[in-house]
């Protein structure tokens, strides 16, 4: 499985950017998918999650202020994030699920300034 993630990048606080993660492979198949993120010197930490059925869920961090979508015509999961923090600054990850494996796309970079 082939996930490529995008859109990353440099903004301020209070900005916006949107992240896509684009994949071959028809995203209906997987189970879930999600972005996931890391900060340097903590641990990779689940952000949203978007299920088969089209349900997303959000870590308490960035709930109200992120959203996942997906787009089946493009295959495609997208994470619009608004109202960006500094301690939002990390690698983003998108992640897909298929029974129990879980594959990884290469990590984009949203860095935060305050």
């Known amino acids: 499985v082939q996930l490529q993630a995008f859109g990353g990048g440099l903004v301020e606080a209070g900005g916006s950017l949107r992240l896509s993660c684009a994949t071959p492979?028809?995203?209906?198949?997987?189970?879930?998918m999600g972005w996931y993120r890391q900060a340097p010197g903590k641990q990779r930490e689940l952000v949203a999650h978007i299920n088969s059925d089209g349900i997303a869920d959000y870590d308490t961090s960035v709930k109200g202020r992120f959203t996942i979508a997906r787009d089946s015509a493009k295959n495609s999961v997208y994470l619009q994030m608004n109202n960006l923090k500094p301690e939002d600054t990390a690698v983003y990850l998108c992640s897909a699920r298929r029974g129990v494996t879980r594959v990884w796309g290469q990590g984009t970079q949203v860095t935060v300034s305050s």
């Open positions: 492979e028809t995203i209906s198949s997987f189970d879930g």
